[in-house]
């Protein structure tokens, strides 16, 4: 079904009977316009059908684009300064700002939705955004490269809901729904949503014929309330607003779990210069601080005859394992005008969540004084997302 718009005109200002004789209301008339969308799961609305040029444009900065307002802008400008990348805007008026750390990167500030189009016609060549927006306005773009697919925020999954009442009450799957035998070409499935690309194309893939989509902005969850819709794709993350508006998500009705990504231009990575440099210091950076959040330096002193003998000890212990192994090295010290090593200092890193279960570990096998301290960043010898990139680039 080729896509059709509907424009409706109607009066807010005074409230008129359906059986009104026009001439008994059009004294205080005011004309109101608005637009609803509608297309079907076999033909999904088609956002660009002009040609577009897509070589790099001749610019010598590279340019991040990050979510200019709203919770995913905080956060990516916290992530951002907690790497050692704090974004520095000279005038808040203005789009741009700089990373003074990275002296030949442009960061625009641009809505979430159209740094995806940019990074596809080449105007940006890294962005940070979140999935959901990445698949449904890049559609499959092959250009479009995911550098990290996981920044451990901004977590929230687009998801299919219905109504807990009604025809709906004894439906707890896609399957189900699917079944239902109200949905004909006649009367097909109604879902209001802002997702006009992955909803239907998660529709088709589940073998659901009879479905119309409605394109809404907003508090999408009053729509079948409404009735002007039976069912809704919208981003969910705790449930609690699906639940207050009387909504259920359904078994195999998540489209997509999201969360915040660092994304690439296949191209400007190929082509244009300092791209890939700049990608590698952002990924190493990034990985860095990710692997080290929640994770805590622990170092004890022990007495012992070895370092060997003090590791065996260390290692007989489930949670003191370490990422490689404990670095045991001797304490020297000074007794009767010689240098002694009695005591062996132990350094091991753990998580949050074994902490308290490790100290308690080490003190149970002759460790004292033991300290604690946050690790800001963990190194490896080479990012392992890094030599993805490099792999999936043919690098």
Known sequence: MPAMRTVFLQSPSVSVSPFSTPASS????????????????????TLLNETVDLRPSERAEVRLGLPSKGRMATDTLDLLKDCQLSVRQ?????????IPQIPTLEVWYQRPTDIVKKLVSGDLDLGIVGLDIVNEYGQGDEDLILVHEALDYGDCRLSL??????????????????????WTSERPLRVATGFTYLGPKFMKENGLKHVVFSTADGALEAAPAMGIADAIVDLVSSGTTLKENNLKEIDGGVILESQ?????????????????????????????????????????????????????????????????????????????GRVAADYYAIVICVPK???????????????????VSPL??????????WRQLLSNLGL
């Open 26 to 45: 059009s004294s205080n008339r005011v004309s109101v316009k608005f637009s609803v969308s509608c297309f079907s799961v076999a033909s999904p609305v």
């Open 353 to 371: 969540k074994a902490l308290y279960k490790s100290v308690q570990q080490l003190r149970a096998i002759g460790g004292s004084g033991v300290l």
């Open 260 to 336: 915040a990504v660092l994304v690439a231009s296949k191209r400007s990575l190929f082509q244009r210069k300092g791209v890939l440099d700049i990608t590698h210091e952002m990924l190493e950076r990034l990985e860095a601080h990710l692997r080290a959040a929640g994770q805590f330096t622990v170092t004890a002193n022990m007495r012992g005859n070895s370092a060997e003998e003090v590791a065996e000890r260390v290692l007989s212990q489930p949670s003191l394992s370490g990422l490689q192994g404990p670095t045991v090295s001797p304490v020297f010290c000074k007794r009767d």
């Open 90 to 98: 000279i005038n808040p008026r203005q789009y741009v700002a700089e």
């Open 161 to 182: 809901a219905v109504p807990k009442y009604g025809i709906f009450e004894n439906i707890n799957s896609l399957k189900e729904l699917a079944q239902m035998p109200q």
């Open 376 to 385: 800001t960043y963990i190194f490896d010898e080479e990012t392992p997302r």
